[in-house]
């Protein structure tokens, strides 16, 4: 029932940004924590980083800290703000929700979207 849409994917060169953007169909986002993952061409999904619910914290995986940064309107949107990426940044992102306050891995989180894709050249 609830449905997610990731936009802002593109190519973008090596040290370039973009911010990735995700509606959700629901009421409030802040009944959720809010997650990123990606996958890469033969590569298994990996965590990327999330967003507690109520906004108390957000985590990011060791690859991207310092670079990426989550945040949300806290109404139906979430954002993923890509800095200095690296060609290891390409893959298509997926953003996801989670009915728990402090999920721990994919399986925590139950909804998501189809996904946005990443190209970064060198």
């Known amino acids: 029932q609830v449905r997610l849409v990731e936009s802002g994917g593109g190519l973008v060169q090596v040290g370039g940004s973009l911010r990735l953007s995700c509606a959700a169909s629901v009421r409030t986002i802040n009944e959720y924590a809010t997650g990123w993952f990606r996958q890469a061409p033969g590569k298994e999904r990996e965590f990327v980083s999330s967003?507690?619910?109520?906004?108390?914290?957000g985590d990011y995986a060791d690859s991207v800290k310092g670079r990426f940064i989550i945040s949300g309107d806290r109404v139906n949107t979430v954002y993923l703000q890509m800095d200095s990426l690296r060609p290891e940044d390409s893959a298509i992102y997926y953003c996801a929700l989670s009915r728990k306050i402090d999920p721990v891995g994919a399986s925590d989180f139950h909804v998501w979207g189809q996904g946005t894709q990443v190209i970064v050249s060198s």
């Open positions: 967003f507690s619910a109520d906004a108390t914290s």
